[in-house]
């Protein structure tokens, strides 16, 4: 299925739901052109945080739409929400099995136009190549182990958290309203779209690479927003 993907490194397109959408093609000469801006963002990273040891830069933000704090972490040039975002958006934004708790304990789930939509102040949702640019910089063939929390997983498929972005396995829900996979998968909404729907970022208990899925219309996952330093 051919996957569209924003084109730019700091084409921040979650907060403009309209576009642009590239091919792969596209934005294969687009990256490229990026030069070394996007190269030096890919670089490999070494973990910031081990099981004794605690180095990643963190930090806080304050929504001034309702008050509630979160936590933060500096990945290479960016600085990432270490948790869900958990903004009542009204219609569109769901707790998982539509119960409160599991709002506050994995966030909510938005559909993709209200994705685009929510993200705090100077905050903006990622665009599916700033998605493998964070791949890349925690080890692309073990993506998924690195950005995993090191707890809440099915059949012993933490991951090792290793740069504090704590990604927890809260589902997913289906466009019909029936929710999915808790404690199996963390699905996060991208800014962009395919041929066929909404692109999401998936980690998966029995998967040590992260994964990127489009055709996902009608479909809710959960936010993570970044900004620069």
């Known amino acids: 299925?051919?996957?569209?993907?924003?084109?730019?490194?700091?084409?921040?397109?979650?907060?403009?739901?309209?576009?642009?959408?590239?091919?792969?093609?596209?934005?294969?000469?687009?990256?490229?052109?990026?030069?070394?801006?996007?190269?030096?963002?890919?670089?490999?990273?070494?973990?910031?945080?081990?099981?004794?040891?605690?180095?990643?830069?963190?930090?806080?933000?304050?929504?001034?739409?309702?008050?509630?704090?979160?936590?933060?972490?500096?990945?290479?040039?960016?600085i990432w929400m270490a948790e869900n975002l958990n903004y009542d958006a009204g219609e569109g934004s769901y707790c998982y099995d539509d119960k409160e708790e599991n709002c506050e304990k994995y966030g909510r789930l938005y559909t993709f136009d209200v994705a685009n939509t929510v993200c705090p102040k100077d905050f903006y949702l990622a665009s599916s190549y700033q998605y493998r640019i964070l791949f890349d910089q925690v080890g692309a063939d073990s993506s998924a182990v690195a950005l995993k929390s090191d707890h809440g997983w099915e059949e012993d498929g933490n991951g090792l958290d290793q740069f504090g972005f704590s990604a927890l396995p809260g589902g997913s829900r289906y466009y019909e309203g029936s929710y999915l996979s808790e404690g199996e998968v963390a699905k996060f909404m991208t800014c962009d779209k395919d041929i066929m729907g909404e692109v999401t970022v998936g980690l998966a208990y029995n998967q040590v690479k992260g994964n990127m899925q489009g055709g996902y219309a009608g479909r809710a996952a959960y936010v993570r927003c970044y900004r620069l330093p």
């Open 1 to 78: 299925m051919p996957l569209f993907v924003a084109g730019l490194f700091l084409a921040a397109c979650g907060d403009d739901s309209s576009g642009p959408y590239l091919t792969m093609d596209e934005s294969s000469s687009s990256i490229q052109s990026s030069g070394s801006v996007a190269s030096s963002s890919s670089v490999r990273l070494q973990p910031c945080r081990t099981e004794t040891e605690d180095n990643c830069e963190y930090g806080t933000i304050t929504d001034e739409r309702d008050g509630k704090t979160y936590k933060t972490v500096k990945i290479g040039n960016w």
